[in-house]
Structure formats: structure tokens, C-alpha cells
């Protein structure tokens, strides 16, 4: 009888980790590129601090400007680059093979972070502009004509893009 009953709540103890462990693993997983959305936000932070509106159009490297711990932390995952009329943007460039998050993810993360604002979203290759998450008092799309190739980079189509300063 002890048996069949330790047997009964050991089953019952399999099947509830068995059934909670996706919760974790994908709460897990969302910290993770929330993570990852705030290096890429820190790194464009750090590239407007350095640029503001007079950069050249080219690659902003704002290593001077990054915290010190985020430094190492960005690891090649993020580029700004400047058009030399204002305009800069940051983009997520992770090798989707040997990255653990993709560009959803972190397009995920950052709308976590930047809530409702316009200028971050997802590069549109037939458009060639930046679609945020965000719509106008029309319900329209809020978007930033990006035109690629930017200073230089060539964007692809869905990439995460925060538009600034």
C-alpha cells in the first residue's frame, strides 16, 4: 500500500517539474535576450554620447564610452555606425549560427525595454525603412526611412535597428 502510494506522489512530483520545467527554461531564455537588448541599448547609448550629431558618416566605436564592464560584454554583437547627417543607428550583427539568441529575440528584448518607442524596430528590406512597433493616431506603423547600404554596412532584412540619437 506504502508503495503504491510513494509511487503515486512520485509520479505526480515527475509530472509537475516534467510540465514547469518549459516555464523556467523559457523565462530563463526571455532574461536572457532582455539581457541582450540592454547591452545593445548601452552600446548605443555610448555611441550617441560619443557622436552626438557631428560623427562622419562611417563605424562609431564607443568604447570609450561603455561602462566598464559592458566592454567585454558586447563581444562583436553590436555595431553603431553614423551617416554624418545626424543619424545613427545601432544594429544586432551576432553570427545567427553561433549565436544563442536570434534577431527576434532581441527585437523582443528591446521592445521589453523601449516600450512603445519608434525608434527601434525591425529593418524592412523592401521598404528600407525601420518598422517600429508603434502606430500613429492613424494605427499606422511608425517607421524611419533607413536606406542600406548605411554608411557603409549593408542591413538585412529583419534586423534589430535602434534609430537615434
Known amino acids: 500500500m506504502w508503495m503504491v502510494f510513494i509511487a ?6 515527475f509530472s509537475f517539474v516534467v510540465m514547469s520545467s518549459g516555464d523556467v527554461n523559457s523565462e530563463m531564455r526571455r532574461n536572457g535576450y532582455v539581457a541582450v537588448a540592454k547591452q545593445m541599448a548601452t552600446y548605443h547609448a555610448a555611441a550617441v554620447a560619443t557622436c552626438g550629431t557631428t560623427c562622419s558618416a562611417g563605424v562609431i566605436n564607443p568604447a570609450a564610452k561603455l561602462p566598464s564592464v559592458a566592454q567585454n560584454l558586447t563581444n562583436g554583437r553590436f555595431a553603431s555606425y553614423a551617416n554624418g547627417s545626424g543619424m545613427i543607428i545601432t544594429v544586432f550583427v551576432a553570427n545567427p549560427v553561433l549565436s544563442t539568441y536570434k534577431d527576434g529575440d532581441v527585437l523582443a528584448g528591446l521592445r521589453v525595454i523601449y516600450l512603445s518607442s519608434p525608434k527601434v524596430g525591425t529593418w524592412n528590406a523592401s521598404t528600407q525603412m525601420v518598422e ?8 499606422l506603423i511608425i517607421t524611419t526611412t533607413v536606406g542600406s547600404p548605411f554608411a557603409g554596412y549593408t542591413l538585412h532584412d529583419r534586423q534589430p535597428v535602434i ?3
Request: charged share 10%.
Open 163 to 165: 534609430v537615434g540619437p
Open 132 to 139: 517600429s512597433a508603434v502606430r500613429d493616431s492613424s494605427n
Open 8 to 13: 503515486a506522489v512520485m509520479a505526480a512530483l
